[in-house]
């Protein structure tokens, strides 16, 4: 049972209704594989193995790159599989045409995710994420007739805990949102993930796969190709170990010239060492591996067990049972059919369907009251149970279920009603209604709901299983930001800033349910912090959308990490809605982010990089002073430095950690710099000074970033940072500088001052100058104001440019990695927590400088 009912998030608890007394836990799904056995085998459970692939073939290929259904239609007729990744918004008969090709569909793109270097979705909140992924399953899953099974993600991210974070403090964002969609295999760049539930043992197994794959746009022609293909087909099966995955490329070509294609490589298509696969049949393979065992051994008897929950839909490739050699198996059958039985070099193989035995002679369908389900919420639904067989089913009880290890109200509950046995005549079927319910606490997604029938087909035992989708989905959108770990020390406030919205959309994961609202916000805060205001009203009219500000303060120190969540009440409801957001974590333990400088002036910082054997780190600093280095990358110094040794351009990398060594709601930078006369040529940007500044804080190529701090937080709206770019002369117009402060909600703060052409080889002294207590951004030129930002532009609201951990390397002081450029040179750093006076800024000039 494939087909999922409208859905899109996460976990539920499927069971019976509560009785006064705990009712017995009801026992595994039980199937018997009776073997045909030609003469005498001592088996025991231990010596019956579960092979690697089906039939017990040696390798498992798999392929990427054909789009044309021509091409998959004839690599198909010769054996070959493949999974054809698609966008959501692909047209439906461009769906239907690839699997009528025998292409199988997977996710390959997700609207609105917002990916980083982290991951795919590393900068979308977790109700982004559900907008993004949940949404995209269910579009393409509506399209295509077969399953889809499969995602493709990327980024910097460990595949075997991705699909579980859920912690929003980690830079790879809601990674659940993966599992909570109930897919079954993702791809990257690393080996498979394959998701075996939410609350499995172990929710995710990982499987290594060989990526053979080639940029098949460069070569030369069809036949060179071919012969490539061929070649790496048989050097593969000489030296691949047995359970061997290898992903190889494919290329479109006409249709005239893949006839060519079967002398080269036609062989290996039916080739018997070979199994050619989907990667949904690769995912079928790896879930049922580890959700099956052998429960007993009765002579030709094989007994296999396999847990209640175990989801219908991912079970489309055979488990395939390996004997010990010589075991004398003529043939197999489960529930009276044949099973496939095949003689290798490792054993004798016996390949068990038991995703069909769970519903061969049945047909289960859900139809529900609601597209979904909100929380807490209740609706009816009806399961109809169709008898396919010429024999009646007798005394049958039905059992739902979800996700097992889910307690007390953290779920969903769906029952039916009485207790009596069911009784389905031949070709007959039946209506069962049923209610589903969440309580409070309940996770959100494409829920898996599980039907399973026990009864008596035709006298004998049978247990059938069809697995099903619930969509649950909150009924308003509520985002919070700053929306990561956070430091607050005792006596600072901080802003947040919530946003509500109940507007429907194909891309936004909310319950049909919402609509025009009203109500207050308020804050659930710890002991010791306060709001103001601490609660705001609201009204939403239909696709509606609000913004609230607060100002929280910290009035103690504690040395738990606390949640600031947004809390929204509907009227006349006492409760607060259940949302998506989780809430930011705030940090206000003394002993981690309390800090003394490292003199009476607020120094935090310095570095004359006079000292070559540090390797770019600070002279002192309170926090940590150590450099990070891309690789291939080293501190470049000149002898030329305004008292002895600086840092040049060439390929340096001087990021340092934030924590302890700045602070974003007040400070100055000073330090020296020149344009470096080794590099020759100049950045080429148009720099225009009434827009540059409009970029914000980033590491990008507009403008030479000669100092770029923060960004510490998951996405754009949250990031606070400043940032220091130089733009070049151009066409008879002078250079410039521009400074930016970046605040939360990105509202953007700048200053842009001249930087002549004729003194940029000359040593400068800068000094960058901000508070946000007094409004106040400003560069410093040779101990002079060389301008200062509007304080009317904008609120100013700080972000911590810092996760209050010693994590992280957001301080760039020059730095070549990722492509980045730089042209000038830096010497006598200088960072202080406190916004220098003139005066003091020319004494920083004055003993950082050589003395004449």
């Not at 919402?514 to 601490?534: F, I, K, Q, R, Y």
């Amino acid at each position: 049972m494939r087909r999922a009912l409208a859905a899109v998030v996460v976990g539920m608890l499927l069971g019976s209704p509560a009785t006064g007394r705990q009712a017995a836990e009801p026992p595994p799904l039980r199937f018997d594989v009776r073997l045909d056995l030609t003469g005498q085998a001592a088996l025991t459970p231990a010596s019956v193995k579960f092979a690697p692939f089906p039939s017990g073939k040696r390798c498992a290929f798999t392929y990427t790159g054909p789009t044309n259904p021509k091409t998959i239609e004839f690599m198909t007729q010769m054996g070959f599989r493949t999974t054809v990744y698609l966008s959501p918004g692909a047209a439906a008969d461009a769906v239907r045409k690839l699997e009528d090709a025998g292409a199988e569909i997977g996710i390959g793109g997700y609207w609105g995710a917002m990916g980083d270097y982290a991951s795919l979705i590393g900068q979308n909140s977790p109700q982004e994420a559900f907008d993004a992924v949940a949404t995209s399953v269910l579009d393409l899953r509506r399209k295509a007739h077969g399953p889809v099974m499969c995602g493709a993600i990327g980024g910097h991210l460990n595949i075997a805990t991705f699909p579980l974070n859920r912690d929003m403090d980690e830079l790879v964002g809601y990674g659940a949102v993966f599992q909570d969609s109930n897919l079954a295999l993702l791809l990257d760049n690393k080996p498979y993930a394959v998701l075996l539930g939410r609350h499995a043992a172990k929710p995710v197994v990982t499987r290594n796969k060989n990526d053979n794959v080639i940029e098949t746009r460069n070569v030369p022609n069809e036949l060179v190709y071919y012969q490539i293909l061929a070649g790496q087909f048989q050097g593969t099966l000489k030296r691949a170990a047995r359970g061997q995955i290898v992903r190889y490329s494919i290329r479109d070509f006409k249709a005239e010239d893949l006839e060519e294609l079967k002398d080269v490589i036609g062989d290996y298509g039916k080739h018997p060492l070979i199994w050619h696969a989907t990667e949904g049949e690769i995912a079928g393979g790896e879930y049922v591996r580890a959700q099956a065992k052998v429960a007993s051994v009765d002579g030709g008897t094989v007994s296999l067990e396999l847990p209640r929950d175990v989801f219908p839909a991912h079970l489309v490739t055979p488990l395939c049972l390996e004997f010990p050699k010589g075991t004398p198996v003529r043939g197999a059958t489960l529930l009276g059919r044949a099973c496939k039985v095949t003689t290798t070099d490792d054993g004798v193989c016996v390949d068990v369907p038991l995703g069909p035995a769970l519903r061969d002679g049945v047909d289960m369908a859900l139809a529900t009251a609601s597209p979904d389900l909100t929380v807490p919420d209740a609706m009816g639904a009806t399961l109809t149970i169709k008898n396919l067989s010429d024999k009646p089913i007798e005394d049958a009880r039905l059992e739902w279920l979800g996700c097992p290890g889910m307690t007390g109200g953290d779920g969903l509950s769906l029952a039916s009603a009485g207790s009596e046995p069911l009784k389905i005549p031949p070709r007959g079927e039946i209506r069962v209604p049923a209610t589903a319910k969440t309580s409070r606490g309940a996770r959100w997604g494409l829920s898996p709901a599980i039907a399973i029938l026990r009864g008596r087909l035709g006298g004998e035992p049978r247990v059938f299983s069809a697995g099903f989708e619930l969509q649950v989905a909150p009924r308003l959108r509520v985002e919070m930001d700053p929306i990561s770990r956070l430091p607050l020390p005792a006596g600072r406030s901080q802003h947040f800033i919530v946003r509500i919205a109940n507007g429907q959309a194909p891309t936004k994961f909310i319950s049909r349910k919402a609509g025009p609202c009203g109500g207050v916000v308020t804050l659930d805060l710890p002991p010791g912090m306060t709001s103001e205001p601490a609660g705001q009203k609201f009204v939403l009219p239909e696709n509606g959308d609000a913004t609230l500000t607060f100002l929280v303060t910290n009035r103690e120190w504690s040395p738990a990490p606390v949640k600031v969540r947004p809390l929204v009440r509907f009227d006349g409801e006492q409760e607060p809605v259940e949302v998506l957001c989780p809430g930011t974590t705030v940090i206000r333990d003394q002993a981690a982010i309390d800090y003394k400088p490292l003199d009476d002036q607020g120094l935090l910082v310095v570095a004359g990089w006079d000292d070559r054997e540090k390797g770019g780190s600070f002279d002192r600093a309170v926090g940590s002073p150590h450099s990070h280095y891309y690789p291939g990358h080293e501190p470049g110094y000149s002898s030329e430095g305004v008292k002895s040794w600086c840092l040049e351009s060439a390929r340096s990398c001087q990021i340092y950690k934030t924590f302890k060594n700045i602070d974003a709601h007040e400070g100055t930078i000073c330090f020296w710099f020149r344009r470096d006369p080794k590099v020759r040529n100049e950045l080429q940007v148009k720099g225009d000074p009434a827009q540059s500044w409009k970029q914000g804080v980033n590491r990008g190529n507009d403008g030479e970033a000669m100092i770029t701090i923060g960004n510490v937080q998951r996405r754009g709206f949250s990031n606070g940072g400043l940032g220091l770019r130089r733009f070049p002369a151009w066409e008879g117009k002078e250079g410039y500088l521009d400074l930016v402060y970046q605040g939360l909600g990105r509202r953007l703060h700048h200053v842009t001052v001249p930087y002549e052409k004729a003194t940029m080889f000359d040593w400068r002294h800068a000094a960058i100058v901000w508070s946000m207590k007094e409004k106040r951004l400003e560069i410093h030129l040779d101990g002079k104001l060389a301008g200062k930002a509007d304080p009317a532009q904008a609120d100013w609201f700080p972000v911590p440019w810092d996760n209050a951990g010693p994590t992280g390397h957001p301080l760039e002081v020059l730095t070549t990695d990722h492509g980045h450029w730089s042209g000038t040179c830096r010497d006598e750093l200088y960072i202080y927590n406190r916004a220098l006076s003139g005066d003091e800024i020319r004494a920083n000039l004055d003993k950082s400088r050589k003395s004449p």
